[in-house]
């Protein structure tokens, strides 16, 4: 990574420069649940207990980051690296990471300290970043409601540090920030992270840990149950870009949230997505109009774009239609924001509720001939040029995508160059053509156009007005302004 001279100056604790919130607007995250990514031997035939330890370490991770970079990654989510409570509990193991017992040392059943900072340099000798999920809502306790022996819970080791247990009740946003996560099986003691001392803990601790294991960003767990004025401080000691989990479809609450925190995962967009592109009687109003609206309310290029995360059944749980699992990649990949992508979504595993959407991805042989891991490689390789012509743009200031074209199973995104068309029809069903007027694609009169995915590469040339008509079927069609694609490695140009 490339260092300021101001960087070289401070000494060994700031080599690593962060990457702002603009660069990390760049990159395409691939999620990793360590323990279910790569084992140390490299095995591909282990069988996965799902709700035990099933061997997948920092070691297997870093001999398989070709599988990553070659889907066009630039940055891995690992989950969460600290010490988890022992043993099995009517939920299984803490396999997850989620369940802190000890914030000072780390799960030992993924690997040692050198390990994962092998990892994090063997990330960055590739041009890559890491991003590290952190927990500050909570930590972990193998029990009932709250008999908790807080003697086990490092550093934060007394009840003073806790909020009185209590059931949250979601229609409550008090009761959402100090109640408890978990249930009466496994208790999430819920931090008082309001107190001065317990956030002063956390800054210090962020700073060690990211200096210590040069992390690029953090995925940022419960954040809708931390009162919001803990993130500013939180954020400005990490001194890193963070993307939040604030679970809540509701696009009226993420203007105010980005006040605090800048990064938040998009889930208005996963529930719209999800809905529209599993269904083919679904229409694309929802999409549509969801999109205009939050787009009025929130930064939304500053946001995680998914349609799969550890915590969500899996898409191809919902349908195992082909054609309808492109169009939503597709359309996630080349949304505003950063796209995520979760482990598993190449290969269209189809896992449903927790935990069954945590296969282990060895079962696959990391398999990179298939129809989905060559779709997300070549739209990854298509939004890295997007972003390319930004850069040499100058002046270019809103790069949204917006829609050019709807109707009930069709929608067209431009977001530059590039105008994606999306269907649900599903591959049962019947292909039409649309037209695209003139003023929408932004192409100049007999301007020539390559269909870079769902086409064979053909080029089609716009009409007098730069319209251009686009046969659309059950797979996503994407069309890039030819004189444009020199040096992208797209269609062999
Ligand atoms: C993105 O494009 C740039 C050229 O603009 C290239 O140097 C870089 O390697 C590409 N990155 C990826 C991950 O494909």
């Known amino acids: 990574m490339k260092l300021s001279p101001a960087s070289l100056l401070l000494g060994a604790a700031s080599v690593a420069q962060a990457l702002s919130g603009a660069e990390w607007q760049k990159q395409s995250i691939y999620q990793i649940l360590t323990d279910r990514f790569a084992r140390t031997d490299g095995s591909t035939t282990e069988q996965c207990a799902i709700t035990s330890y099933c061997g997948g370490t920092y070691k297997g991770l870093i001999n398989h980051l070709d599988y990553i970079q070659g889907m066009g990654f630039t940055a891995v989510w690992i989950s969460p690296i600290v010490k988890n409570l022992e043993g099995d509990t009517p939920h299984g193991t803490a396999y997850h990471g989620y369940w802190a017992q000890d914030i000072y040392s780390l799960n030992e059943n993924f690997g040692t300290e050198q390990d994962l900072i092998d990892l994090s340099a063997a990330l960055h000798a590739r041009g890559m970043y890491l991003m590290v999920d952190i927990v500050t809502n909570h930590m972990g306790y193998n029990g009932c409601g709250d008999c908790v022996d807080y003697s086990l819970l490092k550093p934060f080791d007394n009840s003073g540090y806790y909020h009185p247990f209590c059931e949250i009740n979601y229609d409550d946003d008090n009761s959402v ?283 089609v040339t716009a009409d007098g007005a730069g319209g251009l008509n686009v046969d659309v079927g059950p797979d996503p069609v994407v069309l890039y302004k030819a004189s444009a694609l020199e040096g992208s490695g797209l269609c062999g140009r």
């Open 177 to 459: 920030r100090t109640c408890w996560e978990g249930d009466n099986q496994v208790s999430l003691p819920d931090l008082k992270t309001e107190d001065s001392n317990i956030r002063s803990t956390f800054s210090e601790w962020i700073q060690d840990l990211v200096a210590k294991y040069s992390i690029d960003g953090m995925r940022i767990d419960s954040v809708k149950h931390v009162e919001k004025d803990f993130w500013p401080g939180f954020l400005e000691a990490a001194g890193i870009y963070g993307i939040g989990e604030v679970l809540d479809g509701n696009p009226a609450i993420y203007g105010d949230w980005q006040q605090y925190m800048q990064g938040l995962m998009n889930y208005p967009l996963f529930y719209w997505v999800q809905e529209t592109f599993s269904n083919p009687s679904a229409t694309m109003d929802n999409l549509v109009n969801g999109i205009n609206t939050l787009k009025g309310q929130a930064d939304t290029a500053a946001l995680g774009v998914f349609i799969e995360n550890h915590d969500q059944k899996r898409f191809a749980s919902l349908t195992g239609d082909m054609s309808l699992a492109k169009n939503a990649i597709a359309f996630t990949l080349l949304s505003d924001g950063i796209p995520i992508l979760y482990q598993g979504q190449e290969q269209h595993f189809s896992g449903g509720d927790t935990p069954n959407q945590r296969e282990a991805l060895w079962t696959s042989g990391y398999n990179t001939e298939s129809e989905l891991y060559q779709l997300v490689a070549t739209v990854n390789q298509v939004r890295n040029h997007t972003l390319a012509a930004r850069n040499a743009e100058s002046g270019y200031v809103k790069y949204q995508a917006w829609s050019v074209y709807s109707d009930s199973h069709s929608v067209a995104m431009r977001k530059g160059d590039v105008i994606g068309v999306f269907s649900n029809l599903g591959s049962g069903g019947s292909g039409y053509q649309i037209t695209i007027s003139g003023g929408n694609t932004g192409y100049a009169g007999g301007e020539e156009v390559v269909q870079v995915l769902g086409g064979d590469c053909n080029v």
